[in-house]
């Protein structure tokens, strides 16, 4: 038998180590920092370089939860859905989460349309209960989420929070806006590497560092183009491993939010007989939705299911021994 | 059905219709023709009419205010005719079918016309004289033997006989109508005949035979038939010498703005006729003009050459293009035969010939072949680069040893089509653009130095350089609209940048060019920057091996390279290597026009091009998305491109 060979990349580049959260020290007011990024391998190779932070995970919490939430995750969370920040504490606890991601769903127009106050309220409120740095998420409706989420980011200058998402079509605002009070930026693109690269040019080209970018290259559920999803990560991140530093920044993957939209996760068992546990289906939907992420390069998952949490957080700490 | 008659103004013909035709039909059937980019769709707004009187039924339309509505305007397209009717017709909305000007034309056709005689000396292999001289159709005087006893040939091999003597070459006497005049032709004219010889064949062929002299008249035309431009040039074959150059619009314009919408027309009822009818029209008011300028007789003029896509080169024909639009992509004829000049509906010499320069495929057509030929792509031992940059930017990649190409589906953006001031490279086009950084103020120069009527392709390349470089655009295209300057404003269709003021424009309205234009013109240099890349990529070249690039178009005349490299249209590569050709078509035309060997070379570079079709290929999509950014989205490529934020 011939000796095994081992095929080794070099990277050329790192991918950019990304902090959230600042201390007091620092001008915020966190107990606890965390890093992403800062690699230099494909995921989980770790002979090949250097995989210095685990990959996250980011619980979603919405300020409203549509009627529409299936069934699983609203027994999973009952009496936790309209009370956001005791939301969010269960989900630190318990389910081990490594941080909040924070949706101001409310603030849209057609969802409630809370005021830039209200959110800041919420998200003020939020940091006094939370050790960690946030995740704020707008409501996607652009003009909206501009009032919005500048205010929050002015309100927590100094945090270092995440914000996003800011697309080719609306950047400027937000961007000047973390610029201004030391956030980091989620940039995201239609599951397009020139997209995203050129969506990260635009917000460097206005001032951002580098290392204040998260890209989010959306991602597509298992059974909804997740192979699709893979690929371009896989692209990108090879791409930024041979140099090319306007891709090199830590992904972060919406898997919650992704997971329980397929119908999969949705549906009973007596809408659809013949489709297996209704209480495990969503779940596991969710996990392997997660698993492939992290094996395409996420740095930051964002979950809904405590127990998908669970078992993802636990995969993550096996995949991390080497 | 009933009758109407509509009466246009100021032009004051009257045409009588069905009730119930459009008045941009009606207005084309009594020959004034309007600008109808879409084809009559309702989608362009560019055939706007006055309505002074009459009853009429009209489609609503987005591109009419109300305020223009209650003036009476409405489209042209989208009216129909109820009653007698009396109509207004703006200058505006004319498609402007005059043969240019002449200080024009030196200013379109720098390349053909005035800088062709720079090309000539600074490059004598771009010139006509690398072929050796043998024209399409020659013309011999010939005194022929009388029959007798002692020698009793017929007429026809007397003739044949005489020829040989002259050329030493065994002719063919072609066209049974020519044989039946042939005895009583020959006889009163004492036997003294001129004869006119074509060369395509293997053998020379007579194709006419006239009585005396007029062996020293001898003309013939390259025409170079564009999407949007028609350029023509009359030749003195035995002189050697091109008499004069025109251009002027394609009338086909009426019936859509690109090829495509042209082949769509094609389909329509009678669509194929009118489109032909529309082309072979301006070729014929472009010879008759030239016939009375340069006073020759329309009977000496005995070939015409012709270059042009694919598309063009079907309908001049009147052969159906439907193929080339669907699956996959298959012409009806790339190497066309010669045909008699009136059979095609050219009126020339009745036993005229005309020659169309091969085409490649179904969208690199003759036009690229004519375009290498003239710049002498296929003989250079170096690897060269032809960018045909109209409204399809076509490709070529090569030496002598190979030779790719590709059509990349630009759209008429660059001819200033289907944007909100574009206009034609034509009086009063705005061609160069200068903006001071803080200000913003505007410095232009038109075409002709008249009043400013709106922008063309090289006037928008330049514009869009120079709106990056002061920051007004980020590199997505899109307007800042943080800057506080009276000419960035929000208008009907998102933002807009002001370029002139209404009170300094011809057309009383601003000119501007808003995001939507930016897009457009975004993914048309996109389209033409990821071709050629795709072309180099397949190849497995690098730019700099790129020994010339030839840049070619109407348009191109007056292009500025650098700012087309600041835009991302063309590479960024040292830019010596880049050289103007103009119209490379029309020269490629006139070489073959003059010799046979050209004709010939032209034959065998099509038949040796290889075409990469874009659509079919994968990485097409890849590297235009990562083209639609400015300058591009991978920056390496574009090293000394700085836009200084």
């Given amino acids: 038998m011939a000796e095994e060979l081992k095929v080794l990349d070099r990277a050329c580049l790192k991918i950019y180590e990304l902090t959230m959260g600042a201390c007091a020290a620092s001008g915020g007011s966190r107990k606890k920092i965390l890093k992403v990024g800062g690699q230099s391998a494909m995921p989980f190779l770790f002979e090949e370089g250097e995989i210095p932070h685990a990959p996250l995970i980011a619980a979603e919490v919405s300020d409203i939860v549509e009627d529409d939430c299936p069934f699983v995750l609203k027994n999973a969370l009952k009496g936790l859905t309209d009370k956001p920040v005791d939301w969010a504490v269960e989900m630190m606890g318990e389910a081990g989460a490594d941080l909040i991601c924070l949706k101001l769903q409310g603030t849209h127009p057609d969802f409630g349309n809370k005021t830039s106050k209200e959110a800041v309220e919420l998200v003020e409120g939020l940091l006094k209960k939370v050790e960690t740095p946030l995740i704020v998420l707008g409501s996607g409706q652009a003009d909206k989420d501009n009032d919005v989420l500048s205010a929050v980011s002015e309100a927590t200058k100094g945090e270092r929070l995440l914000f996003g998402d800011v697309v080719q079509e609306n950047y400027k605002t937000l961007t000047a806006a973390c610029i201004a009070d030391g956030h980091n930026i989620i940039a995201e693109s239609p599951i397009d590497v020139n997209i995203a690269k050129q969506l990260n040019i635009l917000i460097s080209d206005i001032g951002l560092p580098l290392d204040r970018i998260v890209i989010n290259p959306t991602i597509g559920a298992l059974g909804y183009g997740l192979e699709y999803a893979y690929s371009i990560m896989e692209r990108a991140r090879n791409a930024a491993l041979a140099g090319d530093k306007m891709l090199a920044m830590p992904f972060i993957c919406f898997v919650g939010q992704e997971a329980w939209r397929a119908k999969e996760a949705k549906v009973s068992e007596s809408e659809w007989p013949g489709s297996g546990n209704a209480d495990t289906r969503g779940i596991m939907w969710e996990v392997v939705t997660a698993l492939a992420m992290l094996q395409a390069g996420a740095d930051i998952l964002t979950m809904r299911h405590p127990q998908a949490i669970r078992i993802v957080k636990k995969a993550i700490e096996d995949l991390m021994k080497r | ?645």
């Avoid at chain 2, 495929?361 to 690897?383: F, N, Q």
């Avoid at chain 2, 940059?389 to 070529?396: F, H, L, R, V, Y």
């Avoid at chain 2, 190849?539 to 840049?551: G, L, P, S, W």
């Avoid at chain 2, 119209?583 to 073959?592: E, K, P």
């Fill in chain 2, 1 to 645: 059905m009933d009758k109407c008659k509509v009466l246009f103004i100021p032009d004051n013909k009257t045409v009588v219709v069905e009730k119930g035709t459009t008045l941009l039909a009606s207005a084309i059937s009594c020959h004034i023709h309007l600008n109808a980019a879409c084809g009559g769709d309702g989608v362009c707004g560019k055939c706007k009419v006055i309505i002074k009187k009459g009853d009429l039924h009209c489609e609503p339309s987005g591109k009419i205010s109300l305020e223009e509505r209650r003036r009476g305007i409405h489209l042209a397209c989208q009216t129909l005719v109820e009653s007698d009717m009396e109509v207004e017709i703006p200058h505006e909305s004319r498609l402007d079918l005059s043969a240019l000007s002449s200080d024009e034309l030196k200013l379109r056709l720098r390349g053909v016309f005035a800088e062709a005689e720079d090309i000539f000396e600074a490059k004598p292999r771009l010139g006509d004289d690398i072929f050796s001289y043998a024209p399409l159709v020659s013309k011999f005087y010939l005194e022929i033997l009388k029959p007798s006893f002692d020698d009793k040939t017929s007429d026809c091999e007397r003739v044949a006989r005489a020829l040989e003597e002259k050329i030493g070459l065994v002719p063919h006497l072609t066209g049974l109508a020519n044989i039946r005049k042939l005895g009583a032709l020959l006889r009163s004219s004492d036997w003294k005949v001129t004869v006119a010889v074509a060369h395509k064949g293997i053998a020379p062929e007579i194709i006419s035979i006239e009585p005396g002299d007029r062996a020293d008249k001898n003309f013939g035309f390259a025409f170079d038939i564009g999407t949007t431009t028609i350029s023509a040039q009359l030749v003195d074959l035995n002189k050697r010498v091109t008499l004069g150059t025109k251009a002027t619009y394609n009338r086909q314009a009426t019936f859509g703005a690109d090829v495509i919408s042209r082949i769509i027309y094609a389909q329509e009822e009678d669509g194929l006729e009118k489109l032909h009818h529309a082309v072979v029209d301006v070729v014929n008011e472009m010879i008759e003009s030239f016939v009375e300028e340069y006073d020759i007789d329309l009977n000496d003029v005995m070939c015409l050459s012709v270059a042009g896509n694919t598309t063009m080169i079907h309908l001049l024909l009147r052969i159906d293009p439907t193929f080339i639009r669907q699956e996959p992509y298959v012409a009806v004829a790339n190497l066309v035969p010669v045909f008699k000049a009136s059979e095609v509906g050219v009126k020339v010499n009745p036993r005229g010939l005309l020659f169309c320069i091969p085409g490649v495929s179904s969208y690199v057509g003759g036009d690229i072949t004519a375009g290498v030929v003239a710049c002498d792509m296929h003989e250079s031992k170096d690897i060269n680069l032809l960018i045909d940059i109209g409204t399809n930017g076509e490709i070529a990649l090569g030496n002598v040893d190979w030779m790719v190409s590709c059509a990349a589906s630009a759209g008429p953006a660059f001819e200033g089509s289907g944007l909100t001031c574009g206009l034609r490279a034509t009086r009063g086009a705005i061609e160069t653009v200068k903006l001071q950084k803080n200000t913003l103020e505007v410095e232009i120069r038109t075409i002709g130095q008249d009043k400013p009527r709106g922008i063309c392709g090289s006037g928008y390349i330049a514009l869009l350089s120079e709106l990056l470089r002061c920051g007004v655009l980020d590199k997505n295209g899109k307007i800042n609209r943080t800057i506080k300057n009276k000419r960035v404003r929000s208008g009907d269709s998102g933002y807009e940048f002001v370029v002139i003021f209404k009170e300094d424009s011809s057309v009383e309205e601003d000119i501007v060019v808003t995001d939507a234009d930016l897009d457009n013109l975004k993914r048309a240099k996109a389209a033409i920057y990821s071709g050629i890349a795709i072309l180099v990529r397949h190849m497995e070249i690098d730019f700099n091996q790129i020994k010339k690039i030839f840049v070619a178009g109407g348009f191109g005349t007056s292009l500025n390279i650098d700012s087309s490299v600041q835009i991302g249209l063309l590479p960024d590569v040292v830019r010596e290597k880049y050289i103007f050709v103009g119209n490379s078509s029309l020269a490629g035309a006139r070489q073959s026009l003059l010799s046979t060997q050209a004709s010939k070379i032209c034959d065998e570079v099509a038949k040796n091009i290889t075409t990469f079709e874009l659509s079919a290929d994968p990485q097409y999509m890849d590297e235009y998305m990562a083209a639609l950014f400015f300058p591009h989205t991978d920056m390496a490529r574009f090293p000394n491109v700085k836009y200084g934020n």
